[in-house]
Each structure stands twice: as structure tokens, then as C-alpha cells.
């Protein structure tokens, strides 16, 4: 198996808890957030429908030239949310679908003023950038459903909500 084809599958596998996890997002608190220093719901809940296809496509140029802006924009509606993952899934497919294990194998860079800030062989950066960053922000959302008194969906096992394992 090609190390593309491991890591899209795990991607098409968290698809499934991230779309389970973005249906629960309540459109009346898009806009709340636990803290000043934090993201909105909205902001995070489109950020993390957004993450796979961004990243994959940053990673499929040997050499990014400019930091991306990181300026994230919020939901205006939950409705907005699943047609975003499901467009971002689509491009990370596109993106990264015909990397064979050299392409895979070699550097990919980010670059400011023309000096690196980031080297990393590109599977690095895809696991560490697109998919550990996707889970990262996908447990936050979870935290924010919590604090909200919203149900919390099984991701890896049961939740106070949720049992898979139960008869």
C-alpha cells in the first residue's frame, strides 16, 4: 500500500466523527466562544470543515512561498458546515489522490521572505499539519459542545451521550 493510500483512508474514516460532530453544532450559539483569547464556534466549526482540503492543497507544491493568512472567517449558518467538509474532502482528494511514496517521501517547504520557517518530508506534514491539527480542533469543538450542554458524539468510543459499544 502506498503511504497516500493509508493516510486517505484514515482521512475518509474521521470524516465520518467530524460530520457527526458538525451536525451537532448549534446555530443559536455560532457566535459564543469559552473565552476572549478563543475562537467562536462558528470560526472553529469551519475551520475544522475546512482543514483537510487547505492543508492537502498547501502540501501539494514542493515549496509554499508565503505563509497562508490565518484569518478564520465564522459560519453564518450550520447549514453551511457539511457542504464546507465535504468540498474540502473532495480537494484533499484531488490534491493528494497521485502522490506515489517519492512524492511523499520528499521536502515540502513554507518559506517567508524567501527563508524557510517550515522543512518537513511532506508525509510529515500532511499527518502533523492536516490530520493531527484536524483532530485537534475536532476535540476542541467537542469541548465546546460539552460546555454547552450539547450532546457529545462517540468519536473514538462512548461519551456521556453516547455508547456505540452498547447493546
Known sequence: MKMIDALLAELEQEAVATRRVLE??????LSW??????????????????????VAELAAVDITPEPPSFVQTEAATTAELLPCLADSLARARRALGGFD??????????QSGGKDIMAM??????????????????????VYLRLLGQSVPSVYGPTADENPFAA
Not at 33 to 54: C, D, E, F, I
Not at 121 to 142: E, S
Open 121 to 142: 518530508p511532506r508525509i510529515a506534514f500532511v499527518r502533523a499539519i492536516m490530520l493531527n491539527h484536524w483532530y485537534h480542533h475536532r476535540g476542541q469543538l467537542l
Open 101 to 110: 511514496d517519492a512524492k511523499m517521501g520528499a521536502m515540502w517547504r513554507l
Open 24 to 29: 451537532r453544532i448549534p446555530q443559536a450559539h
Open 33 to 54: 466562544r469559552p473565552h476572549p483569547k478563543s475562537m467562536s464556534l462558528g470560526q472553529l466549526a469551519l475551520h475544522v470543515a475546512t482543514v483537510p482540503g487547505n
